[in-house]
């Protein structure tokens, strides 16, 4: 069992930064890939960006965000983070971080995922 509890949401204007983050606690974080996913209203639930188990593992973007978003990891902290700049409306929905075991599948489907925590808001303003 992982437990993922999100912070950092909040409100900004077009350009601005975020930077959330994914605490984890129970099982041995670093055994797990991580991931990003978000969820705007009357819209399917995308994968954002996804990294491997190490602390420098690789990462994966969606092609919206590539440039502008950062995934990291620090694995001695049990902690997941989503470095979010030059923010646009298209930004704003509710923000995951999700874990898995699995090896070899597709980082961006959250069917393979095996656990979730609550969301963080991101709401950007133009």
């Known amino acids: 069992q992982v437990q993922l509890v999100e912070s950092g949401g909040g409100s900004v204007q077009t350009g601005g930064s975020l930077r959330l983050s994914c605490a984890a606690s129970g099982n041995t974080f670093s055994a797990y890939s991580m991931a990003w996913f978000r969820q705007a209203p009357g819209k399917e639930r995308e994968g954002v960006a996804g990294i491997a188990r190490s602390t420098s593992g690789a990462t994966s973007y969606a092609d919206s965000v590539k440039g502008r978003f950062t995934i990291s990891r620090d694995n001695a902290k049990n902690n997941l983070y989503l470095q979010m700049n030059s923010l646009r409306p298209e930004d704003t929905a509710m923000y995951y971080c999700?874990?898995?075991?699995?090896?070899?599948?597709?980082?961006?489907?959250?069917?393979?995922?095996?656990?979730w925590g609550q969301g963080t808001q991101v709401t950007v303003s133009s």
């Open positions: 999700a874990a898995r075991s699995k090896f070899g599948v597709t980082w961006n489907v959250g069917a393979n995922y095996d656990y």
